[in-house]
Structures are given as structure tokens and as C-alpha cells.
């Protein structure tokens, strides 16, 4: 994103007084707030029609519940990002809004800055949680891929063939890197890491970073 280009950026929460606080820091901070809302149904019409970047997104929300508004717009527009800002670090509100689509968890006790930062890094695809909780994600991923799932299997007939960049791109997301230093790491673009995500998403028809990290550690990529 450019200086011209500013992150286009949508707020919900049901308290006027705190989304009104977000939204006129991040307008000060130089994101573009295309929208706010104040609760579940208000927030799916709004973001289908303002398309934002990055929607800022509380969990308790009347109307509709945050984690179904999440699962609404990012099974509408899987290139969404949303940044859960919530004043709960329950473990089951933080796995159920990350396997909901969500980029990241931030609780609402973080400064400012933080919650600026996490917007930034939210908008270029990189998982951000709060300290604490993106060990307690990555461990229920491996939780769930110790599981037997359905899944192909990679060595299956017409299973979905990546290359060898792709694959080496995948095993280090699975790692828990974000893609600036995936990028540094390989020596490439971080625009280049981004089309590399993307055209591995599409083989593997998945969503989301989520459903990628998953997929990668089923497969036991990210102790290679």
C-alpha cells in the first residue's frame, strides 16, 4: 500500500463512545475508515457495500454474534481481513473467531500503538494475536491435525500440485512467519510471497491463512 493508497478500514463495536474512539484514531493515524456499525446485521450490509481492507471486529455483538458476521464476510470475500478486537483472551473465543476467518485477536487492554500496528500488519495478511494467544493457536491447529480428517492425501491422483516455491513458501507460514520476513528469508517481494498464497489457496481451494496453516501442519510441513 502506498501513502496515495491509504488501508481502507471498517469498525464495529456496540459501544458508540469506544467505536467512535477506534475510528478517529485509526482516521488520524492515516487509515481510510469507510464505515462503522453497531451491531451483526448492520455490520454484514455495511462491509458488503464499503469493501474495506481491514475490518476492526468485537465479538459481542447484538443482531448477530461477531464470529458469524466474520464467517458471512469472509466466505463472501475470502481477500478480507478482520482484526478481532475484543475485551475477551477466553481460549474458545479466540479459537472460535480464528476458525471463523479471522486474521488476528487483539484484546482491547492494548495501547494505541498496538492496536495501529495490528491494523497495519492485519492489511498485508500477517497473523496478529495478542502475546499469549498465537501459541494457543498454532497448539490447537496441531491439535486438530493430529486428528484423523478427511482430507486428501497430498500423493492422491488429482490432488492439487504445487511447486516447489509455493511449497517452500507454505512450510514457512505453517511456521508461524509473517510474510515480510518470509520474503526476506527467500529473497523476494513481499508482493511475490503474497501471489505465492494466493495461487496456493486456489490449488488447494482453501479460504484463508487459517485454513493454509492447517492444511500445511496436517501435512507435518512445518517440522520439515
Given at each position: 500500500?502506498?501513502?496515495?493508497?491509504?488501508?481502507?478500514?471498517?469498525?464495529?463495536?456496540d459501544h458508540p463512545m469506544w467505536r467512535d474512539a477506534v475510528a478517529r484514531d485509526l482516521a488520524e493515524s492515516g487509515f481510510e475508515v469507510v464505515a462503522t456499525a453497531g451491531d451483526g446485521e448492520q455490520a454484514v450490509?455495511?462491509?458488503?457495500?464499503?469493501?474495506?481492507?481491514?475490518?476492526?471486529?468485537?465479538?459481542?455483538?447484538?443482531?448477530?454474534?461477531?464470529?458469524?458476521?466474520?464467517?458471512?464476510?469472509?466466505?463472501?470475500?475470502?481477500?478480507?481481513?478482520?482484526?478481532?478486537?475484543?475485551?475477551?483472551?477466553?481460549?474458545?473465543?479466540?479459537?472460535?473467531?480464528?476458525?471463523?476467518?479471522?486474521?488476528?485477536?487483539?484484546?482491547?487492554?492494548?495501547?494505541?500503538?498496538?492496536?495501529?500496528?495490528?491494523?497495519?500488519?492485519?492489511?498485508?495478511?500477517?497473523?496478529?494475536?495478542?502475546?499469549?494467544?498465537?501459541?494457543?493457536?498454532?497448539?490447537?491447529?496441531?491439535?486438530?491435525?493430529?486428528?484423523?480428517?478427511?482430507?486428501?492425501?497430498?500423493?492422491?491422483?488429482?490432488?492439487?500440485?504445487?511447486?516447489?516455491?509455493?511449497?517452500?513458501?507454505?512450510?514457512?507460514?505453517?511456521?508461524?512467519?509473517?510474510?515480510?520476513?518470509?520474503?526476506?528469508?527467500?529473497?523476494?517481494?513481499?508482493?511475490?510471497?503474497?501471489?505465492?498464497?494466493?495461487?496456493?489457496?486456489?490449488?488447494?481451494?482453501?479460504?484463508?491463512?487459517?485454513?493454509?496453516?492447517?492444511?500445511?501442519?496436517?501435512?507435518?510441513?512445518?517440522?520439515?
Amino acid at each position: 500500500m502506498t501513502q496515495q493508497d491509504p488501508i481502507k478500514v471498517m469498525v464495529v463495536d456496540d459501544h458508540p463512545m469506544w467505536r467512535d474512539a477506534v475510528a478517529r484514531d485509526l482516521a488520524e493515524s492515516g487509515f481510510e475508515v469507510v464505515a462503522t456499525a453497531g451491531d451483526g446485521e448492520q455490520a454484514v450490509r455495511r462491509a458488503r457495500a464499503a469493501a474495506p481492507d481491514v475490518l476492526v471486529l468485537d465479538l459481542n455483538l447484538p443482531a448477530k454474534p461477531g464470529v458469524q458476521v466474520c464467517k458471512e464476510l469472509v466466505g463472501h470475500n475470502p481477500a478480507l481481513r478482520v482484526l478481532v478486537l475484543s475485551a475477551s483472551g477466553e481460549h474458545a473465543d479466540v479459537l472460535e473467531a480464528v476458525k471463523s476467518g479471522a486474521t488476528g485477536y487483539l484484546l482491547k487492554s492494548a495501547s494505541t500503538e498496538e492496536l495501529l500496528d495490528a491494523v497495519r500488519r492485519t492489511a498485508v495478511g500477517d497473523p496478529v494475536f495478542t502475546p499469549g494467544l498465537a501459541g494457543l493457536v498454532l497448539g490447537e491447529y496441531r491439535r486438530l491435525a493430529a486428528e484423523p480428517a478427511p482430507a486428501p492425501d497430498a500423493d492422491e491422483p488429482g490432488a492439487p500440485r504445487l511447486t516447489d516455491r509455493e511449497t517452500e513458501v507454505l512450510r514457512l507460514v505453517a511456521k508461524g512467519l509473517s510474510y515480510k520476513q518470509i520474503a526476506e528469508r527467500l529473497v523476494i517481494s513481499h508482493r511475490t510471497v503474497q501471489n505465492h498464497v494466493q495461487n496456493t489457496l486456489g490449488k488447494l481451494q482453501l479460504h484463508n491463512r487459517v485454513e493454509l496453516v492447517r492444511y500445511a501442519i496436517e501435512r507435518g510441513l512445518d517440522e520439515e
